[in-house]
């Protein structure tokens, strides 16, 4: 069983309530939630030593907007506050939260809010200096400014979990009898959030979201109907929520989501209904992938996972057939199977619901995901031509250029390292802010790789960090995005790391293989790298040779490396 | 009639304990019988003070539901009856029938 996630709650209000749901809730990560002294939120966010952050992983600070702000409470009885006051009382509050960083992996912060019976002075809410609503915006928009650059501070939307609870989300009768400031529904909401923030810290999100076409992504069965007989589009309600489907989960494409397709038909009638239908809006370029035949869908789905280089728990299966996804449920556990509405027009919002896809943040890298893999099935096509692997490799045109890491980089060189299980050699977990600061030790150093093609660009795809010891430099990190395996790029990467450590005085760098369940790759590389196994898991390399780069890759610097010495 | 009343309000007493165990760890969870105990002042069966603040919530909201009634279950009333109403399912059910009679007394 792996480890409990310990979560702080700072709070000025009691969170019993939510602890005991974050503790209690079966969904992964599993929490064990602690609570900081009731109502202390200020003396725990300025005391570092303060016994509740020992062990702690994670922190929420939930705050009232009149306790962190206290102007704003004159706000909230009708007196005359200045905006200038509130809004400096925000960024003393948001340095307080700031100077919490380092203390824990991660600090979540809901928004705030206000109750939602609180309807106040009707129109003059919106007024800009007296108006409660307009500062409680205000307010909300100047902490966002202030903390959602901070790594390792991620910003919750707690309107969000107020609007699901609907006119129950703040029941008076708790805050009196109990100072418990919402109704147990808007804590089931935030557990939600929260656990999704959990697992998109950890990199534990859904890549690939396979689906089903008939009566999922169009109505009725093409097959029998024909293109021309499906309901997708046009002046018809359900058509027109297909639609609005194929639109969201076109967006969750932009957000680096991919897009398979498992489903029970004609091939050749499927692909040219995605192809031509005017009414669709996924095309064939928007799948990295589909198999569309009459086998099994759970075999179907194994065989697709593999092709794109995924594991079984990155993928999510939609189906609109109860059969089907039970068959998947029961074949494959770690699938994730959504229960699927039967209504054609709540699909969207279904999807919508979904919170295994949140992430940290977007790179550039995700927006070009579904293209990099469109581009892959042209590198497998021209493989398939070539019929030696040698003139194929070389017929690639691989550049790599490997740079230090800059904040730019930041963010996707966390997610990478915390996203990436199958070439990770010791599968270390780290926030931005850890991350960044590792690097910056004396004796630590981080590259990060670049690769592109003549069939598209990958983007930042490696990691390589070295730590130099007195007479011997470690390997740390060494991470490489399973779509560019096999291509020298690894060969590369070693070699990066051996040019430095050589130039740092050690005579030797060495490799310490964490095994994990998924990383066996890593090891497989290892053993056939030149680097000499002297024991199990351990990888050495003499420096006085140099760790030559394949003849089949180009290698170039794209600025100074991140390292201290 | 009164059996149908009688059967929604202990269903309302069912699902605000539902709603109670969720909070709770598996092994202090509530069951879902006339004999539970719900709370005792020396906190050693049932709920404790905060478990009794949500299952009362829970109960006001799931009675509006079932029974279309709006009840106050912690007032003044509560504590001045012989037996505390809160000891069993089967004491407070009593209490809600007489309090949506309109006799609280």
Known sequence: MSKKCICLLVSDFNVDNLSAYLSNDAGLPAVAAVT???????????????????????????????????????????????????LKEVDDFSTLIKNAVGRVGYIFVPTWVIPPYNRAW????????????????????????????????????????????????????????????????????AVKDIKAGLNAVAGNTKKLIIVDLDDTLWGGIVGDAGMEGIKLGGHDHIGEAFVDFQRALKALTRRGILLGIVSKNDEKTALATISKHPEMVLRLEDFAGWRINWEDKAENIVELVKE?????????????????????????????????????????????????????????????????????RKRKQEKSAI???????????????????????????????????????????????????????PGHALWVFRVFDKFGDFGLVGIVSVEIKTKKAQIVDF????????????????AVACRYAKDSKPKEIFAGYIPTVKNKPCLDFFKKSGFNQKSKNYFFWDLAKNYKIPAYVKLKKAGKATQSN | ??????????????????????????????????????????????????????????????????LKVTVALADERAMLQKINPFTTVKTLTVYIARLTEGDGS
């Open chain 2, 1 to 66: 009639m009164e059996k149908i009343k009688q059967k929604k309000i202990i269903e309302a007493v069912f699902s605000a304990i539902d709603e109670v165990n969720q909070l709770l760890p598996t092994a202090q969870r509530l069951k879902k019988s006339v004999n539970t105990a719900l709370f005792d002042k020396s906190g050693k069966d049932g709920l404790d003070s905060l478990g009794l603040i949500n299952f009362v919530i829970a109960l006001e909201q799931e009675i509006v539901k079932k």
């Open chain 1, 308 to 376: 794109l280089n995924l594991g079984l728990e990155a993928a999510v299966f939609i189906d609109d057939n109860p059969a089907e996804r039970a068959r998947v449920r029961e074949a494959l556990p770690s699938v994730y199977v959504p229960d699927w509405p039967g209504d054609k027009m709540i699909y969207k919002s279904a999807l919508s619901g979904l919170s295994c896809f949140d992430k940290l943040s977007f790179t550039s890298e995700d927006s070009r995901r579904t293209q990099s893999y469109a581009s892959e």
């Open chain 1, 122 to 189: 009707g129109m003059v809410d919106l007024k800009t200096g007296s108006g409660i609503l307009n500062t409680l915006l205000r307010m909300n928009l100047r902490l966002i400014e202030n903390l959602e650059d901070v790594a390792g501070i991620y910003l919750l939307d707690a309107q969000r979990w107020i609007s699901v609870a609907g006119k129950d989300a703040c029941n008076p009768k708790l805050w009196y009898m109990g100072k418990i400031a919402f109704s147990n529904e808007v804590f089931r909401e």
């Open chain 1, 479 to 494: 991470v490489l995005s399973c779509r560019v395996f096999g291509r020298g790029v690894e060969e590369a990467m070693l």
């Open chain 1, 36 to 86: 900081a002294p009731f109502n202390q939120v200020i003396p725990v966010l300025r005391n570092n030593a303060a016994g509740c952050w020992r062990n702690a992983d994670a922190a929420v600070v939930w705050t009232q907007p009149h306790k962190a702000a206290p102007s704003f409470g004159k706000i909230l009885d009708f007196e005359k506050a200045p905006p200038e006051a509130i």
């Open chain 1, 387 to 441: 019929p030696s692997l040698g003139q194929w490799l070389i017929s690639l045109d691989t550049n790599i250029v490997v740079g230090g890491l800059s904040d730019i980089d930041l963010a996707r060189a966390t997610q990478l390292l915390n996203k990436t299980n199958q070439m990770n050699l010791t599968t270390r977990r780290m926030c931005e802010a850890q991350l960044k600061g590792w690097a910056a030790k």
